[in-house]
């Protein structure tokens, strides 16, 4: 199953998108801005986060990963050692090991600390497995190394809101929530169509019990973005969360006549079942 109907799933049974450990702020009231701290963040110990999985891969790609961690160990020169961490990092999120995955894209950025795309790549991996991790401390660190790395990105090329957006969620999720809504604030006052920026506000307002000013992001959301699947379903959960059952029958319909996955399929039926 994809990332995105694997999120459709997780929300259609209370669970919250992604960012499990995300606090219950108000998300769409003025507020002020902290001063944001980026250290670089190191590079993971050597108790390799890639142990953790070592044997819930499948025998083919176990004996693979293998041959490719020898290689990465006694490699002499940088450019083979990238491409083996490159390689590693493949097999671990095809097998939904993110977390292993983002640590060998991290060694690989390590290995050529001037290549931004590494960087970029390695903050990108952390993001998707800082998404899906539901341990408190684990989220944080996650977190950090996102910042870490597309930080370093952002600093040579400040207009990548795309990644601006992810950096920040990973503060959304900290001690300091006001400091990322502040610059999802930012994102859309630059870019008021900004895609990730509209769907990220209306999931923080769903978050926080704002169901009718969710459903205000959403509906911005698919009027510049109507192929957005997750934007058209949330929108629908929030007019069912704000009790407006006939607009909230209307959106599940419509949601229905845009895929055929039996797990989104079941989750609309329930709603609908509801209503």
């Known amino acids: 199953m994809k990332k995105t109907q694997l999120i459709l799933i997780i929300l259609a049974v209370g669970a919250v998108i992604g960012l499990y450990a995300l606090p219950k702020v108000v998300v769409d009231n003025k507020a002020g ?9 190191p590079e993971t110990s050597k108790m390799e986060v890639s142990k953790m999985h070592e044997n819930e891969l499948s025998s083919d790609n176990r004996s693979q990963a293998d041959q490719l961690k020898s290689t990465l160990a006694s490699a002499e020169g940088s ?9 590693l990092a493949s097999i671990y999120q095809n097998e939904g090991m993110f977390d292993s995955a983002a640590y060998f894209l991290g060694e690989a950025a390590y290995l050529n600390p001037s ?11 952390y993001y ?10 684990k989220v944080e660190n996650l977190a950090e190394k996102t910042r870490g790395y597309l930080n370093q990105v952002l600093e040579k090329d400040p207009n990548r809101l795309d990644l601006k957006t992810k950096v920040a969620m990973t503060y959304v999720s900290s001690a300091n929530p006001m ?10 006052e630059a870019d008021p169509q900004n895609e990730d920026g509209l769907f990220n506000m209306g999931i923080l307002s769903m978050q926080s019990g704002q169901y ?16 957005n699947l997750q934007g058209q379903f949330y929108l629908a959960v929030s007019y069912f969360e704000s009790k407006e059952k006939n607009k909230a029958k209307a959106q599940f319909e419509a949601v229905k006549k845009m895929t055929q996955d039996p797990m989104i399929l079941e989750s609309v039926q329930t709603y609908l079942d509801r209503l």
């Open 33 to 41: 801005t902290t001063a944001v701290e980026d250290p670089n963040a």
């Open 179 to 188: 400091q990322g809504i502040t610059m999802m604030r930012e994102i859309l």
């Open 128 to 137: 998707e497995a800082f998404s899906f991790a539901l341990d408190k401390t």
């Open 212 to 227: 009718k000013r969710a459903a205000e992001r959403f509906e911005e959301l698919i009027k510049y973005h109507p192929d």
């Open 79 to 87: 450019p083979e050692k990238i491409e083996a961490a490159k390689a």
């Open 115 to 125: 290549d931004l795309a590494l960087k970029e790549d390695a903050g990108k991996a």
